[in-house]
């Protein structure tokens, strides 16, 4: 019996969730991308969904995932959102597609992990990105023990003000807007156009004009092009120049271009 674990990631922190689950449970990881390859469940034990937080909700492109996914009715279903911040009701999210699927979230998890939002603040240090590594790590070997058991987890939740009214209010005005909100995205004359912004989008929102980036308004807000740009050239609104750029030390730019399923 097959194990299959669904991951989206920008910066590679749920990838490497992703990656160290899957290791323990023999699994495959599947990326969601733009064209999201669903794969038949006949012969699939677990079914696992692994993504970050965005806006304290579900990224625009996992609830379609979920949504898509089919053959999940009788399934172990399990999700784990890595989180900045907190992991507000986006696991409750979750549950709500599966439950309109007639499916079941069998157990939700959070990790925390380094935030990486740049246009509102800054990476942290290495010393304190250590720290959430090593905490972080314990949780995803009790994550593992629990999937490989199948026991049943209800979904973690942030506080009652995120979890209330952040993940509902302010994530329902927000998150329809995500799309075109590349347009803040900008490059200076650092860029060499070699194209890694395009290559690391998880969604080809990205092409080259005349050896420049162009975004095309089909945006996940992943920020994998400003962080993986080796020239830092990507920018988005005023505050990101001198800002230090993120992604998790243990996933290579290969890594990055594989799993996103980009071609070139």
């Not at 690391?200 to 420049?212: H, R």
Request: positive net charge; aromatic residues 10%.
């Amino acid at each position: 019996m097959k194990n299959i674990l669904y991951c989206f990631s920008g910066t590679g922190n749920s990838l490497s969730v992703a990656r160290a689950i899957a290791g323990d449970l023999h699994g495959e990881v599947v990326p969601m991308g733009r064209e999201i390859r669903v794969l038949p469940m006949e012969d699939t034990e677990r079914v696992g969904f692994v993504f970050p937080v965005y806006m304290w909700g579900l990224p625009l492109l996992v609830a379609y995932c979920i949504k898509d996914c089919r053959g999940l009715e009788g399934k172990y279903v399990f999700a784990v959102a890595t989180f900045g911040g907190s992991p507000g009701a986006t696991l409750l999210q979750a549950a709500d597609i599966l439950k309109g699927k007639g499916a079941a979230l069998s157990a939700g998890f959070g990790v925390k992990m380094p935030g990486n939002y740049i246009p509102m603040y800054d990476a942290l240090s290495v010393t304190k990105q250590q720290k959430l590594f090593s905490r972080a790590d314990e949780k995803i070997k009790m994550i593992a023990a629990a999937v490989r058991e199948k026991k049943q987890y209800p979904p973690e939740k942030g506080n009652f003000f995120v979890s209330h009214f952040l993940s509902r209010y302010f994530y329902s005005f927000a998150a329809p807007h995500i799309p075109e909100m590349d347009k803040r995205f900008r490059v200076t004359e650092k860029c060499n156009g070699c194209g890694i912004c395009a290559r690391v989008c998880p969604v080809e929102n990205i092409v080259l004009e005349q050896g420049k980036p162009q975004w095309r308004h089909h945006c996940e807000q992943c920020l994998a092009c400003i962080q993986w740009c080796p020239q830092k050239a990507v920018e988005y609104g005023k505050k990101t120049p001198g800002r230090k750029r993120y992604h998790h030390p243990g996933i290579r730019l290969q890594d990055m271009i594989k799993e996103n399923g980009v071609k070139g």
